[in-house]
């Protein structure tokens, strides 16, 4: 005998109205997925005049770029939300994006400047996010492997290894010759103005084999959620999971950092928002939310930079002060609880 | 059955469960008492593959939790933990069906909402079901917890103060649920109580734990006795029989 005919024999069932419960979520999806449409087309066309053989290419390019970095920042900073249990750590907070600029760093420090100008940009990149996903996959898994650690412990951490990330890049950085410092900078300067044209299809290829990755185990994120503890009870591999997603996540933020460089608060600031549009705690809903919400404000973010600002000002800037105050706010909003 | 075997946790140098070997046998209700601190739920969490353990080995139906593979665990044996906290902010009914996700792995299937359902009933939840857990009292939350392990319908139930927050109705219903499950179902219930009455009347088996080791374990009728009771919780404890039951008498 098993549990229904056991409960069944105690009471009689009560039919009770299907729910349609994801009738809100989707409606607001499709919304949103019309505005992403529309601000996609207006960047694509505006101020064309016409020359379309040099604008589809050019903007395209820059579109294809923009939703890359937008997927990728959204996907990780989600994800690591989820991972870690709380709606106030990104990626970037916890030192992932210095990580990545402290291997570029290395990497032309010991090859010499002139060896890894000179060597295949793709390649060098797929080298760098190897060393990136070996290095993170360890020291975070550490980290989340486990039990849950506090936030404060985690706060303290990320701000620790942010700072020695970047210091020891610095250093480094000081120490290489003034000349051949230069091809560093073109590596180390991306940004949403100018960046890396070579890199684009294979972080796009980056991205889709993390996305089926992400794919295959995407049944267990809502499991994770609920914490480490309940997750094992219901028959989850925890470490194992963990696992997979940190390294997923050090893909993407290998990819948002090379392409347009560090991007620290903006992930925090389209994560909280999904939450917040979505009305809802399943990923199925918040991942897709997150990218549209993203795509939107970084493809619209850029035109507004390009036609009001004429260049003058970096998006990154902006997102990034929008992004701030967020994490102050929910700082703010977490300690008077 | 649960094989325990020279179970140990020990934090740091502090050894909070120290060489524990017990067998718990399958089918019926066995209740594990003791004081605070005694390392009841840590041999909960144990037994459960929650924590992992510094020495010793746990069998369920032979099957070694440090070793045996989650999701095959997962529908053999789960665990309601003393306190849980979730950080998303679900309905009653969402959680409930958390409990089939060892089945569905997340699309829950006509049979799996069935069992939702009768859990929900079962556990008085029905007209509650579409309530956020933040929304809820003590008790209620306390409910739907159970409801979700239930819900995963497995051979083994460990439930750690499963009673926490329930009023006098609402313990007594939830007490009968357990003995029924463990009478018609042939579960094997592990409850930690505080409440040594409840433990007296519902169990088949009484394990009183203190200091990380077992103090004593036998029926009802063995252990719930005015010694035992004063050498496991140091104070004085006058035991009557009552209807046939053995009832602690501790308030004054
Ligand atoms: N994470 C930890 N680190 C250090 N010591 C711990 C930890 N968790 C539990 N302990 C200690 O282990 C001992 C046993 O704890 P446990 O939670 O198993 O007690 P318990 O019998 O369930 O008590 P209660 O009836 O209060 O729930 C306690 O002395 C406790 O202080
Ligand atoms: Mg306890």
């Given at each position: 005998?098993?549990?229904?005919?056991?409960l069944?024999?105690?009471?009689?069932?009560?039919?009770?109205?299907?729910?349609?419960?994801?009738?809100?979520?989707?409606?607001?999806?499709?919304?949103?997925?019309?505005?992403?449409?529309?601000?996609?087309?207006?960047?694509?066309?505006?101020?064309?005049?016409?020359?379309?053989?040099?604008v589809?290419?050019?903007?395209?390019?820059?579109?294809?770029?923009?939703?890359?970095?937008?997927y990728?920042?959204?996907?990780?900073?989600?994800?690591?939300?989820?991972v870690?249990?709380?709606?106030?750590?990104?990626?970037?907070?916890?030192?992932?994006?210095?990580?990545?600029?402290?291997?570029?760093?290395?990497?032309?420090?010991?090859?010499?400047?002139?060896?890894?100008?000179?060597?295949?940009?793709?390649?060098?990149?797929?080298?760098?996010?190897a060393i990136?996903?070996?290095?993170?996959?360890?020291?975070?898994?550490?980290?989340?492997?486990?039990t849950r650690?506090?936030?404060?412990?985690?706060?303290?951490?990320?701000?620790?290894?942010?700072?020695?990330?970047?210091?020891?890049?610095?250093?480094?950085?000081?120490?290489?010759?003034?000349?051949?410092?230069?091809?560093?900078?073109?590596?180390l300067?991306?940004?949403?103005?100018?960046?890396?044209?070579?890199?684009?299809?294979?972080?796009?290829?980056?991205?889709?084999?993390?996305?089926?990755?992400?794919?295959?185990?995407?049944?267990?994120?809502?499991?994770?959620?609920?914490?480490?503890?309940?997750?094992?009870?219901?028959?989850?591999?925890?470490?194992?999971?963990?696992?997979i997603?940190?390294?997923?996540?050090?893909?993407?933020v290998s990819?948002?950092?090379?392409?347009?460089?560090?991007?620290?608060?903006?992930?925090?600031?389209?994560?909280?928002?999904?939450?917040?549009?979505?009305?809802?705690y399943?990923?199925?809903?918040?991942?897709?939310f997150?990218?549209?919400?993203?795509?939107?404000?970084?493809?619209?973010?850029q035109?507004?930079?390009?036609?009001?600002f004429?260049?003058?000002?970096?998006?990154?800037?902006?997102?990034?002060?929008?992004?701030?105050?967020v994490?102050?706010?929910?700082?703010?909003?977490?300690v008077?609880? | 059955?649960?094989?325990?075997?020279?179970?140990?946790?020990a934090?740091?140098?502090?050894?909070?469960?120290?060489?524990?070997t017990?067998?718990i046998?399958?089918g019926?209700?066995t209740?594990?008492?003791?004081p605070?601190?005694?390392?009841?739920?840590?041999?909960?969490?144990?037994?459960?593959?929650?924590?992992?353990?510094?020495?010793?080995?746990?069998?369920?139906?032979?099957?070694?939790?440090?070793?045996?593979?989650?999701?095959?665990l997962?529908?053999?044996?789960?665990?309601?933990r003393?306190?849980?906290?979730?950080?998303?902010r679900?309905?009653?009914?969402?959680?409930?069906?958390?409990?089939?996700?060892?089945?569905?792995?997340?699309?829950?299937?006509?049979?799996?909402?069935?069992?939702?359902?009768?859990?929900?009933?079962?556990?008085?939840?029905?007209?509650?079901?579409?309530?956020?857990?933040?929304?809820?009292?003590?008790?209620?939350r306390?409910?739907?917890?159970?409801?979700?392990?239930?819900?995963?319908?497995?051979?083994?139930v460990?439930?750690?103060?499963?009673?926490?927050?329930?009023?006098m109705?609402?313990?007594?219903a939830?007490?009968?649920?357990?003995r029924?499950?463990?009478?018609?179902?042939?579960?094997?219930?592990?409850?930690?109580?505080?409440?040594?009455?409840?433990?007296?009347?519902?169990?088949?088996?009484?394990?009183?734990?203190k200091?990380?080791?077992?103090?004593?374990?036998?029926?009802?009728?063995?252990i719930?006795?005015a010694?035992?009771?004063?050498?496991?919780?140091?104070?004085?404890?006058?035991?009557?029989?009552i209807?046939?039951?053995?009832?602690?008498?501790?308030?004054?």
């Open positions: 005998m098993s549990l229904d005919t056991f069944s024999s105690s009471s009689t069932t009560t039919k009770r109205p299907r729910r349609l419960t994801f009738s809100r979520p989707a409606k607001r999806l499709f919304f949103l997925g019309l505005l992403v449409a529309g601000v996609i087309t207006l960047f694509m066309t505006l101020n064309s005049r016409g020359n379309w053989d040099f589809i290419p050019f903007r395209g390019t820059k579109i294809l770029a923009l939703v890359l970095v937008s990728a920042v959204a996907v990780s900073t989600v994800l690591f939300q989820t870690s249990g709380n709606r106030i750590l990104a990626p970037s907070i916890m030192g992932f994006d210095a990580l990545y600029v402290l291997i570029q760093t290395v990497l032309v420090f010991a090859l010499g400047a002139h060896a890894a100008s000179t060597l295949n940009p793709q390649l060098r990149f797929v080298m760098e996010v990136m996903v070996l290095f993170a996959g360890l020291l975070y898994r550490w980290l989340f492997g486990g650690r506090s936030l404060h412990l985690l706060l303290l951490v990320g701000i620790i290894f942010g700072v020695l990330f970047r210091s020891t890049a610095g250093m480094m950085q000081r120490l290489i010759d003034p000349n051949e410092f230069a091809v560093l900078q073109d590596m300067f991306a940004s949403f103005n100018s960046f890396d044209r070579n890199l684009l299809w294979v972080s796009a290829a980056l991205i889709v084999g993390g996305s089926v990755v992400l794919w295959r185990i995407g049944h267990t994120f809502d499991i994770l959620a609920l914490g480490r503890e309940t997750a094992v009870n219901l028959g989850l591999n925890f470490q194992r999971t963990v696992t997603i940190l390294i997923v996540i050090a893909i993407f990819v948002s950092t090379a392409l347009v460089g560090p991007v620290t608060f903006f992930g925090l600031l389209v994560a909280n928002l999904a939450y917040q549009v979505a009305g809802t399943k990923h199925r809903w918040i991942l897709p997150a990218v549209g919400l993203s795509i939107l404000f970084l493809v619209g973010g035109m507004v930079v390009e036609s009001l004429s260049f003058n000002t970096s998006l990154s800037i902006v997102v990034e002060f929008l992004g701030g105050i994490f102050i706010v929910l700082l703010i909003r977490g008077g609880r | 059955m649960i094989e325990i075997k020279n179970v140990t946790k934090y740091d140098k502090a050894v909070v469960v120290d060489g524990v017990l067998q046998p399958a019926g209700i209740s594990i008492i003791g605070n601190g005694a390392g009841k739920s840590t041999l909960l969490s144990m037994i459960s593959r929650l924590l992992p353990m510094n020495g010793g080995q746990v069998l369920v139906d032979g099957l070694d939790v440090t070793t045996t593979a989650g999701d095959v997962a529908r053999r044996l789960s665990i309601l003393q306190d849980n906290h979730i950080g998303s679900l309905t009653v009914r969402d959680l409930v069906t958390f409990g089939r996700y060892p089945y569905s792995k997340g699309r829950p299937t006509v049979e799996d909402l069935k069992h939702v359902r009768m859990a929900l009933q079962y556990l008085n939840l029905e007209s509650m079901s579409e309530r956020f857990l933040d929304e809820l009292s003590g008790g209620q306390q409910r739907a917890f159970v409801a979700m392990v239930l819900c995963q319908d497995t051979d083994y460990l439930m750690d103060e499963p009673l926490n927050n329930l009023d109705k609402h313990a007594v939830m007490m009968k649920i357990l029924r499950a463990a009478d018609e179902l042939h579960k094997t219930i592990v409850l930690v109580l505080h409440d040594v009455n409840f433990a007296s009347c519902y169990s088949d088996y009484i394990v009183a734990m200091d990380g080791k077992i103090a004593c374990h036998g029926s009802p009728y063995d719930i006795n010694n035992v009771m004063c050498n496991v919780y140091e104070i004085d404890v006058a035991v009557q029989d209807d046939g039951k053995r009832i602690a008498i501790y308030y004054t």
